[in-house]
């Protein structure tokens, strides 16, 4: 679970500076202040000063979180390269390893949550890849070092902080234990502290919701997150499409239809079956503009992107589910050929595209719905396929004018 939210057509990578000198004797002090100064933010969630005092002593600051840049990301990964390493063959097949492996854990938590197995196990093969690799920091010392060290979101990491050491205090983990990644995600779900608070679960009833050594208290945590957020069981999160020439491409992020809605539109599953529901709602979207792939996407989709707020990601958990349970790849290739923008040239196009006459409400770097749409209206004033995709076509097309 990530605490930064990637929202765009393809994964905004956030990058982390990792600054590995060590502390001066300066910054060791104002660090340890930093740190006692969270004191009573502890005490007021139930931390004793034992506690406290054992979890903050001697705490250094995390040298390889040590500096967090959050900022948007000059490069723009394409959504296939994306997938092709998130939905790896070797995920696939681990993850219907996994899916046998724990088959008597995941009847009781369908039973018990209501939550499809493939998308507990997708997830977790995304997260940690099926908890081979859960980082190398611990929560607590990660927590308050971009509490103390970062200068944004300190009462986020203040929270973290104190709510981690909060969980070791009731017994659930050791603080030695409390293994997460440079951003306090911890165990086999990357759940960070508050959310563990509110959403692990103690699948095998042994008083501890142990994310960290326990795989059913983690898978169950996973199921418990996605049902509390909404999850309809054995409602798939979407289906692969293909349009009718001369669809209309305005459609694509636009409102929400029922399924029936949307064949007589002209919209199929590439598969040629029937929609198992018809009136389902869902949003048709392009993940690479109207040359690749194309999605009806289902609630289920947004529940997903609770878990990680990128649509890249959903997909990626959506897809890897449907193979684990033997589905075959998208039926379209993706537009391999094309790369998206670099956030330089989403600003190039935004100035070029407000100076023609198709207002972007500002230039900004982000491709919103307002450069979508002012995207959409070039392309259609171009009799071009109005996607609304930022391409370098696109780009070019408008530099040529
Ligand atoms: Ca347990």
Redesign the pocket.
Known sequence: MRFFSLSLSSLTLALVALVATPPTMAEARSFSQCVASKWPAAQRIGVTRANFERATQGLQPDTKTTRLVNKQAEFVKPIWEYLDSAVSATRVKNGRAMLRKYSNVLDEIERRFEVDREAVIAIWGMETSYGSFMGDHNAVQAAATLACKSNRRNKFWSDQFVAAIKIAQDGHVPLSAMRSSWGAAMGHTQFIPTSWQAYAA?????????IWR?I??ALASTANYLKKHGWRYQQTWGYEVSLPRNFNHKLADDKTRSLSEWSRLGVKRTNGKPWPRPSDQAYLKYMAGATGPAFLMLPNFKVIKRYNNADAYALAVGHLADRIIGGGGFAKAWPRDQRPLRRAEVREMQSLLTRRGFSTGGVDGKVGPNTRRAIRQFQSSRGLVADGFPSTKVLSELKRL
């Open positions: 103690d699948y095998d009833g042994d008083g501890k919701r142990d326990s059913p208290d």
